[in-house]
């Protein structure tokens, strides 16, 4: 092996030593960085390159080191978990957090609807025992039109509630197709970069955040290509394929009333979906992600929709003409002057299409028209028989207890799955990062190994310059 070869051998470890400084500086300058995956220099021993001679026998290995690439060292398989469970997770979380509002908004048991039932069914048997008291049937009258506001308000409470996720779906799509465009951006640059033999580690970083973003906001699915690129599917069709973006949007009524009045949920004709641009007609099956939960927050047979026609059940209720209704028992008495009684709730039929509970008013316009009697003739304003069968009427309180009931069962599932869900997404995470964010130590100690190892080549270096020097300029001394 000649002395030139081995300052040769010299030169290479010094180069690729410096490499693995640099990058390792890298890592330290980014260990705060969210979604900065650590890199390595992998390096190979050049061989010799020297033919076996008489004198020497066998050649001798001298050809070097060379740094062949930066290896970003990530976890495909972790990475894909993590996106899996973002997109349960963050479909959940909608889910979960638009039962809790829900459920609060109930106000129960404290201030809430069941509240207002019972001091107007209360009101009745106040009647009943002082049929001939006019500021009881004030108060029965006042309470009857507590009880018609409040569920127009509870029906208005859960209407905006809607409105917000309905406003809340469309943002969504909008930053849907923002981070796939980015996303498409981005395989073009590692694409060109790949292609001319360079390392694109930071924009396979901010890819990957981005494709975990994406799978927040819509469930989406990344599938690796040989060239480097990334296709985004989302229900089997592709959102990314390459360079190429391709936008969504949502579609559907944005009126609360075409969803909150269907005694059938599936006939909704207007329902909010996820469309392609380009073609609306095709609806995309979102299986996952923010904007999946939002669907189904806003569906026919969601949360909000299902209260809302509970409210409108109430309401048709209180205006039944059924046998043992409320308005049955009042048009078959009669009122203190001895009138006979008519309706006492009615559902207003300027707009027939609206729901329920936003027309539901009451029919008497006085304290007087209230009919408790039920005989007109002999008792007089003394009897109060019919007020006593009305204050026992429970089909109203009955519904409403149950749908209580049923929202907070399903509201401690949702969150409880919410909860679960989100403990298995930062488990995922913390694994990620466990395997490919940058340790400090880890990196100090690299940056200590890289340095003694340039040392030893740079005094290799002047060890074979000494050599030279000895052999060209003292040999004939």
Same mark, same amino acid.
């Given at each position: 092996?000649?002395?030139?070869?081995?300052?040769?051998?010299? *030169?290479?470890?010094?180069?690729?030593?410096?490499?693995?400084?640099?990058?390792?500086?890298?890592?330290?300058?980014?260990?705060?960085?969210?979604?900065?995956?650590?890199?390595?220099?992998?390096?190979?021993?050049?061989?010799?390159?020297?033919?076996?001679?008489?004198?020497?026998?066998?050649?001798?290995?001298?050809?070097?080191?060379?740094?062949?690439?930066?290896?970003?060292?990530?976890?495909?398989?972790?990475?894909?978990?993590?996106?899996?469970?973002?997109?349960?997770?963050?479909? *959940?979380?909608?889910?979960?957090?638009?039962?809790?509002?829900?459920?609060?908004?109930?106000?129960?048991?404290?201030?809430?609807?069941?509240?207002?039932?019972?001091?107007?069914?209360?009101?009745?048997?106040?009647?009943?025992?002082?049929?001939?008291?006019?500021?009881?049937?004030?108060?029965? /009258?006042?309470?009857?039109?507590?009880?018609?506001?409040?569920?127009?308000?509870?029906?208005?409470?859960?209407?905006?509630?809607?409105?917000?996720?309905?406003?809340?779906?469309?943002?969504?799509?909008?930053?849907?197709?923002?981070?796939?465009?980015?996303?498409?951006?981005?395989?073009?640059?590692?694409?060109?970069?790949?292609?001319?033999?360079?390392?694109?580690?930071?924009?396979? &970083?901010?890819?990957?955040?981005?494709?975990?973003?994406?799978?927040?906001?819509?469930?989406?699915?990344?599938?690796?290509?040989?060239?480097?690129?990334? &296709?985004?599917?989302?229900?089997?069709?592709?959102?990314?394929?390459?360079?190429?973006?391709?936008?969504?949007?949502?579609?559907?009524?944005?009126?609360?009333?075409?969803?909150?009045?269907?005694?059938?949920?599936?006939?909704?004709?207007?329902?909010?979906?996820?469309?392609?641009?380009?073609?609306?007609?095709?609806?995309?099956?979102?299986?996952?992600?923010?904007?999946?939960?939002?669907?189904?927050?806003?569906?026919?047979?969601?949360?909000?929709?299902?209260?809302?026609?509970?409210?409108?059940?109430?309401?048709?209720?209180?205006?039944?003409?059924?046998?043992?209704?409320?308005? $049955? *028992?009042?048009?078959?008495?009669?009122?203190?002057?001895?009138?006979?009684?008519?309706?006492?709730?009615? /559902?207003?039929?300027?707009?027939?299409?609206?729901?329920?509970?936003?027309?539901?008013?009451?029919?008497?316009?006085?304290?007087?028209?209230?009919?408790?009697?039920?005989?007109?003739?002999?008792?007089?304003?003394?009897?109060?028989?019919?007020? &006593?069968?009305?204050?026992?009427?429970?089909?109203?309180?009955?519904?409403?207890?149950?749908?209580?009931? $049923?929202?907070?069962?399903?509201?401690?599932?949702?969150?409880?799955?919410?909860?679960?869900?989100?403990?298995?997404?930062?488990?995922?995470?913390?694994?990620?990062?466990?395997?490919?964010?940058?340790?400090?130590?880890?990196?100090?100690?690299?940056?200590?190994?890289?340095?003694?190892?340039?040392?030893?080549?740079?005094?290799?270096?002047?060890?074979?310059?000494?050599?030279?020097?000895?052999?060209?300029?003292?040999?004939?001394?």
């Amino acid at each position: 092996m000649s002395s030139f070869s081995t300052l040769n051998t010299a *030169l290479t470890a010094l180069n690729a030593q410096r490499q693995a400084i640099a990058i390792t500086g890298q890592n330290l300058a980014n260990v705060n960085t969210d979604g900065y995956t650590r890199q390595r220099v992998s390096m190979s021993a050049i061989p010799s390159s020297s033919p076996a001679t008489l004198a020497h026998g066998a050649s001798i290995a001298s050809g070097g080191v060379v740094a062949t690439s930066v290896e970003r060292l990530g976890d495909t398989f972790l990475e894909m978990r993590l996106r899996q469970t973002t997109s349960s997770a963050s479909a *959940l979380s909608e889910v979960g957090s638009a039962w809790s509002v829900l459920e609060k908004g109930l106000n129960e048991p404290a201030d809430g609807l069941s509240k207002t039932l019972g001091a107007f069914f209360d009101a009745w048997q106040d009647l009943s025992n002082s049929p001939d008291s006019t500021p009881v049937r004030s108060v029965l /009258l006042e309470q009857a039109g507590t009880l018609t506001s409040s569920l127009a308000e509870a029906y208005g409470t859960v209407e905006a509630q809607w409105e917000t996720a309905r406003a809340k779906a469309d943002t969504t799509a909008t930053a849907v197709n923002t981070a796939a465009a980015q996303v498409a951006d981005l395989n073009r640059q590692i694409t060109a970069i790949t292609a001319s033999g360079g390392a694109a580690n930071e924009l396979i &970083d901010t890819r990957a955040t981005l494709l975990t973003q994406l799978s927040g906001l819509v469930g989406a699915e990344a599938k690796d290509r040989a060239d480097g690129t990334v &296709d985004v599917m989302i229900g089997g069709n592709a959102l990314v394929r390459g360079s190429a973006s391709f936008e969504v949007e949502v579609r559907g009524t944005t009126d609360f009333s075409d969803v909150s009045g269907l005694s059938d949920p599936s006939s909704a004709a207007d329902p909010v979906r996820l469309v392609w641009s380009a073609d609306p007609a095709r609806t995309i099956e979102v299986p996952g992600g923010a904007l999946g939960g939002i669907l189904e927050v806003v569906s026919a047979d969601g949360p909000l929709a299902s209260l809302a026609q509970t409210y409108n059940a109430l309401a048709e209720d209180l205006a039944s003409t059924a046998a043992g209704s409320i308005n $049955a *028992l009042h048009s078959s008495a009669y009122t203190a002057s001895g009138a006979q009684g008519g309706a006492f709730f009615t /559902l207003d039929g300027a707009e027939p299409d609206a729901p329920a509970v936003k027309r539901l008013t009451l029919a008497i316009a006085s304290a007087d028209g209230i009919a408790a009697a039920a005989d007109g003739g002999g008792s007089g304003s003394k009897d109060g028989s019919v007020a &006593d069968a009305i204050s026992q009427i429970t089909t109203s309180t009955d519904l409403w207890s149950a749908a209580v009931a $049923a929202i907070g069962v399903q509201s401690a599932r949702a969150q409880s799955l919410a909860g679960t869900s989100e403990a298995s997404r930062a488990s995922a995470q913390e694994q990620l990062l466990a395997g490919t964010s940058v340790d400090e130590s880890e990196e100090t100690t690299n940056l200590i190994a890289y340095q003694r190892a340039f040392q030893a080549a740079a005094r290799l270096t002047t060890v074979v310059d000494d050599l030279l020097d000895t052999l060209i300029n003292r040999m004939a001394l």
